[in-house]
């Protein structure tokens, strides 16, 4: 048996610079963190004539074509991966549609594991890129590719996403004080709720598209905001680094109605009267994760527990998508 993970991710600045229908115009700017949260995939060479797909459903078909799953079934085309008699089935520490970029790291590990499948060596970088050509190109989905690169490369990672469509990823320069510092003091707690990405960022990208200026400006902004968080880390300063979190919220808030609600607002309040320097909603929004930066870390747990949210603790990631067994 074949078994792939791939880590979630979160985000520290510059979150949504990275759609096309921003960066091919204006350059995007980001800085990721992977974390130890996990998506896996399983494969297993069987004696039955069919493909076994197992996920919240289950599948069992005789060719690629009939596979109901859209990235499973591209990643077997992207692959070549033509012939049945295999099992594919997946689980994840977190569910999906909670901010963490689920479906990028699904995308990877996948591909992951059938590239393993065929014995084929893949370098991070292209893995992220077929990742994105699967879900941004052949599915079309209206999103960015944060998450397929922080999930095939891992640790705390910047990215340049140029007008002429190549990505470059280098790591972030903190020192070991400052990242120990950072991973103690980062907390994140579960809305509750779950959503679509893909629904949230559509409006984005579709005023994007038409370069809307209020979008636009606020995109610069946010891209602004991802490099003074990246000289803050690497100058140790997390308490500007708070504080910037705090300002990317207030604003990436103006993009869409549908980023928070009164309940998320309420929960957000609370958390700067308890102990956050800073925080902000992981992902397009809607629901999810909160993360905050908090120096009284007891005190925001308690505040944050009594109104019923749910801590989920992590350190980060440095091996990105990764075969566990082969």
């Known amino acids: 048996m074949l078994i792939t993970r791939s880590p979630l991710r979160i985000s520290f600045g510059g979150g949504g610079t990275d759609l096309p229908s921003y960066y091919l115009k204006h350059s ?11 998506v896996y995939i399983t494969l297993h060479q069987t004696f039955v004539p069919e493909l076994i797909i197992k996920y919240s459903k289950l599948e069992r078909v005789r060719s690629v074509a009939e596979v109901e799953h859209p990235i499973i079934r591209e990643a077997l085309r992207l692959t070549g991966i033509e012939a049945a008699s295999l099992e594919i089935a997946s689980m994840a520490d977190i569910p999906a549609g909670t901010g963490l970029g689920s479906s990028g790291s699904f995308t990877t590990a996948l591909l992951k594991a059938f590239h393993a499948h065929k014995k084929n060596l893949v370098h991070p970088a292209d893995l992220a890129k077929q990742a ?49 510092n950072l991973e103690d003091n980062l907390l994140l707690f579960f809305t509750g709720y779950s959503r679509s990405a893909s629904a949230i960022l559509k409006e984005q990208d579709d005023r994007s598209k038409k370069s809307d200026k209020e979008m636009i400006d606020n995109l610069h902004l946010i891209k602004e905001l991802g490099r003074q968080s990246q000289a803050a880390l690497e100058a140790g300063d997390l308490h500007e680094f708070a504080h910037l979190m705090d300002v990317h919220w207030k604003r990436k808030k103006e993009r869409t109605s549908q980023i928070s609600n009164r309940q998320i607002n309420e929960w957000y309040d609370c958390a700067m009267t308890n102990g956050a320097l800073g925080g902000k909603l992981i992902g397009a929004g809607g629901g999810g994760f909160l ?24 350190r980060f990631d440095f091996e990105g998508t990764k075969i566990l067994n082969q």
């Open 28 to 38: 995007g700017f980001l800085i990721a963190a992977a974390i130890d949260k996990y």
């Open 132 to 180: 994105c050509e699967i879900e941004l190109n052949r599915l079309r989905e209206p999103i960015g590719k944060q998450d397929q690169y922080i999930a095939a490369f891992g640790g705390i990672t910047c990215f340049k996403f140029n007008e002429d469509g190549g990505v470059e990823a280098w790591p972030l320069k903190i020192s070991e004080e400052t990242l120990f």
């Open 291 to 314: 993360m905050f930066y908090a120096d009284d870390k007891a005190r925001l747990r308690h505040a944050l527990r009594s109104k019923g949210l749910t801590e989920v603790r992590f």
